[in-house]
């Protein structure tokens, strides 16, 4: 079984930085993407940005420039540093792993319970 657990947020006013940490653990190999998901109150949840195994990144326009991923694949650990933090960045943020297997290969994600990132002044 898989197990996503989020660390780092909190309260940060509006310009400041904060950076978010998922540790994974249970029976992780192969192909896989692990990404940053967030949902405002009232919003669907987002794509913040996501990172494969193999490196390959990808940002939301939103967070492009501001923000960025990381892993490091021997602790299982994934990482989102966000600077200049705005208000609109508010949200609780959700780590996410998907895992492939299988041919045709097949994902299945797996869900933190999420971390709370409130910018205010």
């Known amino acids: 079984q898989v197990q996503l657990v989020e660390s780092g947020g909190g309260l940060v006013q509006p310009g400041g930085s904060l950076r978010l940490s998922c540790a994974a653990s249970?029976?992780?190999?192969?192909?896989?993407?692990m990404g940053w998901y967030r949902q405002a109150p009232a919003k669907e949840r987002e794509l913040v940005a996501a990172i494969t195994s193999g490196g390959t990144v990808n940002y939301a326009d939103s967070v492009k420039g501001r923000a960025t991923i990381s892993r490091d694949n021997n602790k299982n650990t994934m990482y989102l540093q966000m600077n200049s933090l705005k208000p609109e960045d508010t949200a609780v943020y959700y780590c996410?792993?998907?895992?492939?297997?299988?041919?045709?290969?097949?994902?299945?994600?797996?869900w933190g319970q999420g971390t709370q990132v409130t910018v205010s002044s």
């Open positions: 249970g029976s992780i190999f192969g192909i896989n993407i």
């Open positions: 996410n792993l998907r895992l492939f297997s299988g041919l045709p290969p097949r994902g299945v994600d797996y």
